[in-house]
């Protein structure tokens, strides 16, 4: 069974930092590029991070840069996202997201996989 699931969302105050990870099954998840997405309420899905396949190549929304960091570790099939100084513009359910053709694109209509979504709150 193909599958994504996220964990490591949760509460935290402005200033701190979450990691979250995606855990990766049944898929060839070397061949994939993975991302991260998020959704606030009353918001359209937004790109957040992605990274290669291979991951030497990265790249991030103008809104997180400096201060998310995403990696993946092949071995594993995980992939994660350090969020550091979070903001209360940061809360939103973020998803993890693959395209199994190895793309490069912030376009959500281009993944194919998704995860079900973790909640992170980030309180003042």
């Known amino acids: 069974q193909v599958q994504l699931v996220e964990s490591g969302g949760g509460l935290v105050q402005a200033g701190d930092s979450l990691r979250l990870t995606c855990a990766a099954s049944g898929l060839t998840f070397e061949s994939y590029t993975m991302a991260w997405f998020r959704q606030a309420p009353g918001k359209e899905r937004e790109f957040v991070a992605m990274i290669s396949s291979g991951g030497r190549s990265s790249s991030y929304a103008d809104s997180v840069r400096g201060r998310f960091a995403i990696s993946r570790d092949n071995t594993k099939n995980t992939v994660s996202l350090q969020m550091n100084t979070l903001t209360l513009e940061d809360t939103a359910v973020y998803y993890c997201?693959?395209?199994?053709?190895?793309?490069?694109?912030?376009?959500?209509?281009?993944?194919?996989?998704w995860g079900q979504g973790t909640q992170v709150t980030v309180s003042s």
């Open positions: 997201a693959a395209d199994r053709f190895g793309g490069w694109t912030r376009a959500s209509t281009f993944y194919d996989l």
